[in-house]
């Protein structure tokens, strides 16, 4: 059984994307910033969908291939789905790995023959069991600010990683929201310093 793993790129003080995102802003006003760091490089990195190509660190990429090698199913939400289009139908992930979306309504649409796409509408345990059961060994990555919470509180994450952009955005979405006042410990396994972006992964202590 592999892990459940959730990641995002965080500015230093805890956004994933900027203030009023939607499909003009995938990642709100002034939140591309964020992504800056994966074109700041000087290694190509090519997805696995092939759509597109990343110019990061040499040992970002090491890192990024070995991520996206491992990962056999995807949870996200609904309004990550929504801002990106479904990510026009194909994720840089590529088509064949399954992608689960949680949400209160199955939108219209995305039923087309070989769709990566599963709307859970019975919560965030369903969605992560139902990404484990089609991930089999592998990881199932979790890649929404809301869904990561929920999976926090609900102890069903093995490992947060978090790529962490030293600018302060002021406002936007939160990564590490409405957590209540339990702490949760966390115990980092791995540290990659580029100039631009601090690679950061941690363990989930239970
Ligand atoms: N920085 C990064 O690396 C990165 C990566 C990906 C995305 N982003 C950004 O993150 C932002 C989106 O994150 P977010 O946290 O606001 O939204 P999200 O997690 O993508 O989606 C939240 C929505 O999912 C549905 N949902 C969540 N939990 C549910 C549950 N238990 N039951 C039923 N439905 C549920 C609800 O939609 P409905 O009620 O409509 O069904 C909810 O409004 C966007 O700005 C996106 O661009 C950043």
Same mark, same amino acid.
């Given at each position: 059984m592999g892990k459940v793993t959730a990641g995002l790129t965080m500015?230093?003080?805890?956004?994933?994307?900027g203030p009023n995102d939607g499909p003009d802003h995938p990642l709100g006003e002034g939140g591309m910033r964020l992504f800056d760091w994966y074109t700041s490089g000087d290694t190509d990195y090519v997805v696995p969908s092939g759509g597109m190509t990343f110019k990061i660190s040499s040992r970002a990429a090491e890192m =990024?291939? +070995? /991520?996206?090698?491992?990962?056999g199913?995807?949870?996200t939400g609904r309004r990550t789905f929504d801002i990106t289009n479904g990510w026009g139908?194909?994720?840089?992930?590529?088509?064949h790995v399954p992608i689960f979306v949680v949400t209160h309504s199955v939108p219209e649409?995305?039923?087309?023959?070989?769709?990566?796409f599963t709307?859970?509408?019975?919560?965030?345990?369903?969605?992560?069991?139902?990404?484990?059961?089609?991930?089999?060994?592998?990881?199932?990555?979790?890649?929404a600010a809301s869904v990561i919470q929920q999976c926090l509180?609900?102890?069903? =994450?093995? +490992? /947060?990683?978090?790529?962490l952009v030293p600018v302060l955005l002021g406002d936007g979405v939160r990564m590490f929201d409405h957590l209540g006042r339990e702490h949760i410990e966390l115990e980092?396994?791995?540290?990659?310093?580029?100039?631009?972006?601090?690679?950061?992964?941690?363990r989930v202590v239970r």
């Open positions: 500015s230093l003080d805890g956004f994933i994307a =990024l291939q +070995e /991520v996206f090698s491992s990962i199913a995807i949870v139908g194909t994720h840089p992930i590529g088509e649409g995305w039923d087309y023959e070989g769709t990566p709307f859970v509408t019975d919560g965030v345990e369903s969605a992560v069991e139902q990404a484990r059961a089609a991930a089999g060994d592998k990881n199932v990555a979790v890649s509180r609900a102890g069903l =994450l093995d +490992e /947060v990683h978090v790529d980092r396994t791995r540290i990659i310093e580029d100039p631009d972006v601090t690679h950061l992964t941690f």
